[in-house]
């Protein structure tokens, strides 16, 4: 060491370390990770980042369950679309599930949100924000709905729409009474898994700048120097997330009666 200071002794950026120094360093960094572990468990400092972080709490649910209303709606007229082979609206859809699945969300929260400045010069508000995160969601997890509709239906037999017509079914009769519950029975595994997966997806809304619950969590375990809030963050997306599979396992029982 004593070689490299001669060395650059001309270098106004000259840096010394004594071994005492070094001692010092390495005792400092040891007790201040040693007490952000030991904050991790202290009950109290959870508790304080579950009540800072509860009033985001709404914001969340609100993302979640309005994206998820009007995607799972989208999801189904794409679905239509595609199935039923209309000539311009059949390309239109497998192109637009196409492009929604292949590029990230977080791109597509920021085409969104900057895009009407960027292309038409409008100018945006600070409101607009929260629109823009439920237009992304919307867009993006409507293209997943419609995949999983897909499927649903391509699941149930042939056989029993021949059969509905011969029973004198019309096709909206046969489509909405024999063959929707069955698509619902097969559907609900991976909707639940989509309804997790948005719920999840909300904490993407802070590239934007909207304050959900995941930011703030982030704002807070920053200005705290404690991994507590962000513990309190994932507590709740469990119990949300828990709560769902709870639902959607209960609904699917109560259709085992489609085989």
């Known amino acids: 060491m004593e070689s490299y200071n ?6 106004p950026i000259d840096i010394r370390y004594t071994d005492a120094d070094a001692s010092a360093a390495l005792i400092d960094l040891y007790n201040g990770r040693y007490d952000d572990i030991m904050n991790l468990f202290k009950p109290s400092a959870i508790w304080e980042g579950i009540v800072r972080i509860v009033p985001n709490i709404p914001q969340t649910l ?30 239109f859809a497998a192109l637009y599930i196409s492009f929604m699945r292949g590029t990230p969300l977080m791109l597509q929260l920021i085409a969104v ?9 409008i100018r945006i508000s600070d409101g607009y924000r929260f629109y823009a995160v439920i ?12 995949e999983i509709y897909r499927a649903g239906i391509a699941a149930v037999p042939k056989g029993q729409r021949e059969a509905a017509a011969v029973l004198g079914y019309t096709n909206a009769q046969a489509f909405f009474r024999i063959v929707l519950p069955q698509v ?6 991976p909707m ?14 802070f590239a934007i700048g909207v304050m959900e619950m995941f930011t703030l969590a982030k704002q807070i375990s920053s200005a705290q120097r404690s991994m507590a809030p962000l513990i309190a963050a994932a507590v709740f997306y469990y119990v949300f997330n828990a709560i769902v599979a709870f639902i959607m396992g209960r609904a699917e029982k109560r259709l085992d009666y489609y085989r």
């Open 6 to 11: 001669k060395e650059h002794a001309d270098n």
């Open 62 to 91: 609100e993302i979640a369950a309005i994206a998820a209303v009007i995607g799972i709606v989208l999801g189904f007229l794409l679905a239509l679309f595609r199935i039923k082979k209309f000539p311009v609206l059949s390309q």
């Open 113 to 121: 949100y900057f895009g009407p400045w960027y292309l038409f010069r």
């Open 135 to 146: 237009i992304a969601f919307v867009l993006n997890y409507a293209a997943y709905f419609a």
């Open 184 to 189: 619902i029975k097969h559907i609900l595994p």
């Open 192 to 205: 639940a898994n989509e309804f997790i997966t948005l719920i999840k997806d909300t904490s993407l809304a």
